[in-house]
């Protein structure tokens, strides 16, 4: 099967940046418009309607679109690339896939969270406090959920995520989200996405002449570490996360990433940590919120208002 170029799916799959191949599918015919300009925008194939995860060995990753909803999903090929995910003996298809990942600000996970212990620290740790409610940057937003939980305490926060799949899939949360319940509208009317690299986000920026937002007093960063959390959600998500951050280029410079947002003219800098990790950089934070799992490092610059 080949797009209107005449150029075979297998060759449009894989942007020179991305360690793997992706492609869209759309769930039902009535989805395809949604899945092609996704897959225009994203530089992926398009896989035939309906393509079985369990199944297909010709891409790595599938971005499902079914109505408005995009989940991703690995697929039998993934489960059996070299070094990879495969245990030995494991089945690659079906069965032994994890299951797909997805942004749903309004799932019950979500509402549970809510409710977690983990968000009164991550609240107190960015400076949530009586009336005050930080605007927060989450450098780092992956699926949003620590933005949305900061959003639903009551701070605005801006999301950024350079992964442009996952951006897609934020943009698309928030897009259902905006459309849901009150209470959703209301957290997500707090939350606007930043598709690209936090460090290129001109909020902060204050040369002569920039856009002089400036409203950003908190820098969040929840970076990607190996074995974080043993539970199965988070082995799924990590698989494909690591699918598709890391197999093509081996961006490992959370370091720097916290000492780009040490330089920025912010009240305080947030570095999510597992509990026992040494400190991002190497560098000592003013001091550290520590739950079970993990740990809130903060890096205090000055008073917040
Ligand atoms: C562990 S995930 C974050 C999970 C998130 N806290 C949540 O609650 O869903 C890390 C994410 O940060 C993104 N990321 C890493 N460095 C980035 C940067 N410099 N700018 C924007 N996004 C970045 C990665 O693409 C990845 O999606």
Not at 60 to 71: F, T
Not at 96 to 120: C, I, K, T, W, Y
Not at 209 to 219: F, N, S, Y
């Amino acid at each position: 099967m080949s797009r209107d170029t005449g150029i075979p799916l297998a060759a449009l799959a894989e942007p020179p940046r991305r360690g793997i191949s992706l492609a869209l599918v759309a769930a039902a015919a009535g989805d395809v418009p949604l899945a092609s300009a996704l897959a225009l925008q994203l530089e992926a194939a398009l896989a035939p309607t309906g393509t079985d995860p369990a199944t297909c060995e010709e891409f790595d990753v599938l971005l499902l679109v079914s109505g408005d909803a995009l989940a991703l999903q690995q697929t039998a090929a993934l489960a059996s690339l070299p070094g990879e995910r495969k245990k030995p003996g494991r089945r690659s298809a079906g069965r032994d896939l994890p299951g797909p990942v997805s942004v749903d600000f309004g799932s019950d996970a979500m509402r549970h969270r809510r409710r977690s212990g983990h968000n009164e620290l991550l609240g107190r740790a960015v400076g949530i406090a009586g009336k005050r409610r930080p605007h927060v940057l989450d450098a780092t937003a992956g699926l949003g959920r620590d933005s949305f939980v900061l959003a639903d305490m009551g701070s605005a926060v801006t999301l950024c995520e350079r992964e442009p799949v996952i951006a897609a899939m934020l943009a698309q949360g928030l897009q259902l989200a905006r459309a849901g319940d009150d209470w959703l509208r209301q957290v997500a009317q707090r939350m606007d996405l930043f598709p690209g690299d936090a460090r290129t986000f001109p909020g902060n920026d204050r040369t002569p002449g920039a856009a002089q937002t400036g409203l950003v007093e908190v820098i969040y960063l929840d970076p990607m570490f190996p074995g974080r959390d043993k539970s199965a959600a988070v082995k799924k998500e990590m698989a494909l996360f690591q699918a598709l951050l890391d197999a093509g280029d081996k961006r490992q410079d959370a370091d720097e990433l916290l000492r780009w947002a040490l330089a920025q003219d912010v009240a305080r800098v947030v570095v999510k940590r597992p509990v026992r990790a040494g400190y991002l950089a190497g560098l000592k934070p003013s001091h550290s919120i520590a739950g079970k799992a993990v740990r809130f490092d903060v890096h205090v610059r000055r008073a917040l208002d």
